[in-house]
């Protein structure tokens, strides 16, 4: 490919666990040029000193914010920052013409009532209809139309993947959803704090936020699109002690029974074109292990036919397909690059 | 204390991680002499060279299985055993007048019939009507009267602590319990496989045997004894990457609205007098770090009001209260010695 | 024993890890009454809230660093704190008659030059020689006629233990001597850094300040004390993605060619009626969980016969021997208390 | 690239952790047709089946071992079988003309009684001369010329790079070199062994054979040809609680003092055409995390220089530059390809 058709690409906070990831994927990305990073703790100092993992690799050096010139460095412009950042930028951004992929939760509501209940005052209200939500498997052709996407949420791709074939055809009771998701603790983030240090989260398996996580509200949107009804849905999150990671189990009453290879094939159905949904057979459950460093989500189930209910599992990496990498392949379908340029990292190894 | 007024305890079964623990606990009991272990694969070998951990605590040489030999050398004997062994050798072991602690599954149970279906013919029927569960927080009377006990399951300690003060007052939906438990790998035994090797396990977050795991019919049985009505749940247990500890979230339709303090307050009655049940105060959930090598079961909540969902925390250490530290305990009532004699490990440190 | 015989004990610096393993230790130690807490961070907070398994353990609530306070209310004084702030509370705490185990390198030196070389100026200089190295094995005797002890640095326990024998007989080449060891992570504290974040940490195994480390001058003071003549070592610490646990492994070319039994008797004469050190018989080497939550120190060797070397290794909790432990053995010396009250935590289990 | 054009690519031993990772990377590679699989366990099984993170990504059916169809249907023949296996397939390979990169000991050393005295009789000792030892590094222009490589092992991988650019230039002492390395449990294999099990490993730092490890001899014998004289060391292994990674510390005496960047040159000079190593930066010490999934080997360095000893420290994925990734590194310089295609994984990321 001709070096001047490269998409020219920026990473604003980009030495965050979710910045770098990006950095990792678009180093490694042959339809694209990374053009600036910034960073906020680490301006003035080359990647490669903040992440020494990428010692001649990306020796860029990181510059402090700044979206004029971030929109005039690169076509598109990440913005892996934390809430709030994202909505002083991002106006600015599309203004200079850059299309936009933000990992925050900025622009992922529809409902502005419902970020603001969940998150704080939003200051750019009048892009959220603009914006659209980033889950390249139900959301494809609104996103290669955009200029402007919300990356979802790690827990909700992780929810939202194996509920939606489901909800879609209402054979799942819309009260009766039930989540208990499972996150490593890259999802953290890497700023400093007692509850991540190495001896704290080591042996210390624990739930935290049950039924509070910022997260619900934006499932529970996104769902009731999904459902053309309003799902409500009860969620609880868990830290296990692993660096990458992140596995949903799913509990929810079925409107009527469904056999495992019914309940198998809706899925397989659903996600017949889509490269990163791997829908596993009978006899296999996803594992994080299975999914690390890749793009991929696995999902499988299991169907407890006395009590009626389904039981889905799903599987995600969640700095890939829950931030990163999902970005990145938000990026090729509002770039017109093929779907999985880029992302064709392989998963797992032991 | 007199040495000779010492109960004497022997341990069959000594080299599995179950066994090991009962002989690290029993080790610092000082109201017990440990007289005999015995072990299939290392009979022969000092229990120190299995476990140099115990080299100068624990160089007694470990025994070929002889029930005789373990009754005329012990007043309570431990049964550490795999599923089936156990009831080849208690009725020897009882009709030769020692008590009994069995650790498997083979005495759990009231109804042969619910053995049967999950596990094996049982050739020793007569004695399951003999033996008690062995859940102090709820049956130690039963227990103190008993010469033959069914430790439980670490899935079901975990699980029927937390619910038993609710159903017992008929404060839940019946079919409505679901039941997400996390584990250690320990629970998964000391032999051979490659599900239990490390490089499956790092990382790899996963779970197993959804709605299909044998401790499921022995917490219907005891739940639905608790509740004196039918309990039917769904249960889906995790293996998480860590040695030890056993973290349960539990959720279950309300049938009228708790507030926090209230769902709270009952936990704190049923155990106010229970020396291992710590009911924590609002704001915090229990860590399996913070009960890891004690006897503790620590339990939380939260209600999701917008549901009706009352949502319970459990953390044991599953090798402690969900095996060999219940089963001291269990002992400790049978011979009439303090509950807690010999159970004061102190939990966590990081 | 009756409860007014009791040592009343405090521990100044009581959040940290070492200091939160002092409590754990005292709250199971028979002869002991936990009089004071303090906590620079945590003032005003119950123990147990800042340590949650503590719960019904130690509620107790942190004060303010108060030296006049703690000498009131406790016989011996524990200071757990940083560098530098024991020397500035040490003086006021021996003046109103406390003995006073401290665990900062603050008087651990007998040579102010080398202290200030490696720290800072030493503002209670006068004190050093009034202080005693707090190794029970090779210093026992002064350490029960002493009211100030300097605990030993975790590294340099695990060090001096295995190569004291072989030095005091001149078995070693003086110059020859180079110590690679392995810490867990809770050697570097409970405050925030991001070297010991969980995802910076895990699989990320790394040495750090090599031939630089600050307990390597207290490694060659008290070496050559033992050796009566200047030893220099080369010493090279690292950092293992685990929590507890220390692996010394020390490699010195022999004076004349020993045999492995010769050298193996050598550590066990010396060491016949220590009961913390334990030499492991030929074909076993040391592992950190063996000897995880114990006061032992775990020795072994190989000898190298071509090369003419000798390579020995050691294992301790850094938290326990390598802090703690060794801070209640030095406690129970200096107050007459057997030596292994309250410190028969038993190790490891899985 | 025209499919015609691609080396045709066989593994023999594709299930074991090696072979696996062998099949990852040629996955990946866009000069490779993966054109066989052989697996003794598991022949008939897709490998997805295996390895369920490769579903969708390679479902080739694993076949037994067969070296005349392995050397129809591929260019090139990768053995990752356990040591004795390779040297009775080799000889059929390479007669039926089939290059072969030999992951096991076999091919590994010029001399027959150095292998026989470290592993057993060799049955194909008539090829010794004609395999090449495939450290690219150093024998880069051997290998482009050879048909049968011996892989290095990880360890002597992880310990010839640093030490090479010394000893070719005679500048540390012969007899001097201490070698401590540390080493992820994947390199001990997939094979069932109470030794890698999770709870054994956990928590669990420990050095294995010292001064007595297989693969001291193969470093004694590429070393000393790189030196010109013989190089004897002590050698001391390590298992970290890790999956992957590799860290080896070296400690030697200097023949003359070198100040840090006179050392750090050297190193560089040596190194500076090579893709594969990276010489850190004074003040950075390599992390095995730094390196995970890539081909990289990280070296940096200390002076201690009272001591007059100089430390070097390594980093490698010990089952990518220490085994799959270097294997491919051979395959490309024997096969006329790229030395670095297909080997473009970028490393780390938390």
């Known amino acids: 490919m001709p070096e001047e058709k490269k998409i020219r690409a920026a ?7 979710a910045g770098a990831e990006l950095v990792r994927i678009l180093c490694g990305h042959p339809g694209v040029e990374l053009a600036l990073l910034t960073s ?15 010692a001649g690799i990306c020796d ?30 991002v106006p ?20 502005a009532g419902a970020y603001e209940s969940a998150y704080q005052p939003h200051s ?29 949420g790690c827990y909700p791709t992780s929810v939202i993947l194996p509920l939606a074939p489901f909800l879609a055809r209402d054979l799942l009771g819309l009260d009766s959803v039930i989540i208990d998701s499972k996150s ?16 704290e989260v080591s042996d210390a398996f624990r ?17 009731s699109t999904v459902a053309k009804k309003p799902v409500s849905i009860t969620f609880v999150p868990h830290l296990a002690p692993m660096n990458r990671g992140m ?11 469904l056999a495992d290879e019914e309940a198998r094939q809706i899925l397989a159905d659903f996600y017949q074109d889509k490269p990163y949904v791997r829908v596993l057979p009978k006899g296999f459950l996803p594992r994080t292990s299975d999914v690390r460093n890749s793009n991929f989500c696995d999902i499988s189930l299991a169907v407890d036919k006395p009590a009626g209910r389904l039981i889905l599992f799903s599987a995600i990496d969640n700095l890939v397909k829950g931030a990163a990498g999902q970005a990145v392949q938000n990026m090729n379908l509002m770039s017109g690059l093929p779907e999985t340029q880029g992302l064709t990292m392989l998963p797992g190894g032991v």
Not at 42 to 50: E, K, L, M, T, Y
């Open 207 to 223: 739930a935290y936020k049950p039924a509070s996580h910022r997260h619900q509200p934006e499932m529970e949107e996104v769902l």
């Open 40 to 54: 906020r703790q680490h301006a003035g100092a080359p990647f490669s000193r903040v992440y020494p993992a990428f």
């Open 60 to 89: 860029m050096v990181c510059e402090a914010v700044d979206p004029e010139k971030a929109a005039a460095a690169a076509d598109v412009v990440f913005t892996a920052l934390p809430h709030k950042l994202p909505m002083e930028v």
């Open 11 to 17: 990473v604003m906070g980009a030495t965050g666990y």
């Open 124 to 152: 750019a209200k009048h892009l959220l209809s603009r914006a659209v939500y980033g889950l390249p498997e139900l959301f494809g052709d609104k996103i290669a139309a955009a200029d402007l996407v919300g990356n979802p």
């Open 184 to 199: 490593g603790v890259s999802g953290a983030g890497r700023g400093l704090s007692l509850g991540t240090l190495f001896c």
């Open 92 to 111: 600015a951004l599309l203004e200079a013409g850059a299309k936009v992929v933000d990992l925050s939760a900025d622009f992922r509501f529809q409902s």
């Open 247 to 257: 596995l949903s189990t799913i509990y929810a009453k079925m409107q009527k029974p």
